[in-house]
């Protein structure tokens, strides 16, 4: 069984790299990630530890690519000091969360005070289309803070070092913590999975059947505004929820049931679990105190449209719910121009409009 780590195996003391006085240009990517089973509700009592394990596919062609120029500090800095852009535009707002993943990574990273950052990320796809963003944000921004490490002389061997990576994520957003590796990505604890871990994502002991090894997500974007209630706050409101238990009992079963079904190569099994899971998240949301709905009407006609199309041609295109209104159809690669002729169909404005990714998850042959 791979090494279980800890997070005082992720510790570093403030001595631990010398700095040296050269300004450094870095860049890392990561990509997004749907979950399949999903992680909605943290622990209490801890930092960014989830109520249930979930799990994701990597997106492989929705990414955040992030350039970092680092100029040297005479002295390390009290709390890290950074400047955030998005494609060149200076982002004041992204610096919150930003500060707070500095400060939370600290003692793990103590190397970054040691700089200045000019943080600059791009991402393949369009920023407010709610497409998990933050995950393959906090992810790109993990990875640069290893890279920097590796290039002040730290060992970086793995599975240490995804997992560390992953651990630095999730503190930015736990989501993240997912986006490392792929294709599938495991989080959090479940006692039928004995390498998972709160702390960070790992990719699953099971081989997913060859009948997954191609799979297409499009992302349908109906909604690219601003989500009126963040993750983050969706994420308070199941810990007094009156469904929390029924809520954890679900996931777990469904996260052994989803695992079968990739085993096997069971799409009609898979398709099954993974609307339930898309259904049960927004449900939670419509249920919470004070309760609110994300979706959007396309995205029902959308759902409804895909339910009839499928009863009456048998294909297996089934679809997940990120907590936004867009749209994953999540299907084999064969399926590819099943899927566009239904969309042109269905909803032909958004046809025209092109507003729809067609991504590849990761292959499950890597
Ligand atoms: C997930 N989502 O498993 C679930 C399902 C969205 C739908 O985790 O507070 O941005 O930063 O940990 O990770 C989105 O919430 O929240 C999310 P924080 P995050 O992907």
Known sequence: MPKRFTSKDFLLSETAVRPGNETLELTAEAPSNIALVKYWGKKSGGVQLPMNASLSFTLSRSKTITRAKLFPLEKASAQAMFRIRLDGKDRPDFAPKIEQFFARIDPYAPYVRYFRWEIDSHNTFPHASGIASSASGFAALARLVMLLGRRLGLPCDEPFCTAKTSFLARLGSGSAARSVAGPLMLWGRHDAFPVSDDLY???????????????????????????PVSSTRGHDLINRHPFR????????????DLAEALKKGDWTAFGRIVEAEALMLHALMATSDPPYIL??????????????WREQSGRP????????ANVHLLYPGREHQGVLDFLKNTLPELYADRAFIADKVASTKE
């Open 295 to 308: 979706m959007q009407p396309e995205t029902l006609r959308l759902i409804r449209g895909l339910q009839a």
């Open 201 to 227: 994502a790992v990719r699953p002991e099971f081989e997913p059947h060859s009948d997954f090894t191609d799979v297409r997500d499009t992302i349908v974007l109906i909604d690219r505004g601003v989500k």
């Open 317 to 324: 295109v089934y679809f997940s719910l990120d907590a936004g």
């Open 245 to 256: 238990e029924a809520r954890l009992q679900v996931a777990r079963q469904n996260l052994i």
